[in-house]
């Protein structure tokens, strides 16, 4: 694999952070060498996914992924979004050549949950990806439209329907002419990701290919 000089800076830059503070697996918190994301048991449970040039995914969801997931949502834990993005990065990275001058969007959360949470855990994810591809990052170049109910709490029908018509291009002038990695942490149905992508090309965004960290099978 060979890397743009940006990604070997933020290589180094790591290597001297975990120098200082020894890097401990997303899942289980057990000691990690440096670069690794999962401890070799939680490793053991992750799962490839398959993926196709447009919709990477880096792990089929399960084992500790979902719980590494999990924790960077819903156990006030940000700082995940760093190997989880890295686990995001080396499955984007042979794929970026094909996506020349692309940026770096994340699936917004509604304001309100933004509150609740203090973060976007895509934001947080998209900007590690930036970071390693080299790519620019455009944090809240798509908004929400209105709230929309959990996902988790419908069913397939209710879920397409429910994100239809819930995001617009809120910096259309900066994407226009752009290809863009469209970044979320989970796939389940794809109606979120396939809604974003709608607002994307409506705002005149070349390419849009998505990037998730796990894809539900
Ligand atoms: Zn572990």
């Known amino acids: 694999m060979s890397l743009r000089p940006s990604s070997l800076a933020a290589i180094a830059l790591d290597l001297l952070a975990s120098a200082l503070a020894p890097p401990r697996c997303a899942a289980c ?10 401890c070799g048991a939680c490793a ?6 398959s993926c196709s040039d447009q919709d990477v995914a880096a792990y089929v969801y399960g084992g500790a992924v979902a719980r590494a997931i999990g924790r960077m949502k819903y156990e006030k834990r940000p700082d995940l979004a ?6 995001l ?3 984007v990275e042979p794929r970026a050549a094909g996506m020349p001058d692309a940026c770096v969007v ?10 609740e949470r203090g973060y976007n855990h895509a934001a947080l994810l998209a900007r590690r ?3 390693r591809l080299g790519a620019e990052v455009y944090p809240v170049a798509l908004a929400r439209t209105r709230e929309t109910p959990r996902q988790a709490t419908l069913d397939r029908r209710a879920r397409l329907s429910n994100v239809a018509q819930a995001f617009r291009a809120a910096r259309a002038g900066a994407l226009r002419g752009r290809a863009v990695w469209l970044v979320d942490d989970v796939r389940t149905t794809g109606s979120t990701l396939d809604a974003c992508r709608r607002a994307l090309l409506e705002a005149g965004v070349t390419a849009v290919a998505t990037a998730v960290v796990a894809r539900a099978e």
């Not at 053991?44 to 996914?49: D, F, L, P, S, W």
């Not at 760093?82 to 686990?87: I, K």
């Open 29 to 38: 918190d057990a000691p990690v060498r440096s670069l690794a994301a999962l």
């Open 106 to 115: 994340p699936v917004p959360l509604h304001p309100r949950r933004l509150v």
């Open 82 to 87: 760093r190997p989880l993005g890295d686990l």
């Open 129 to 131: 990806l930036g970071g």
């Open 44 to 49: 053991a449970t992750a799962q490839r996914a």
């Open 89 to 91: 990065w080396r499955a």
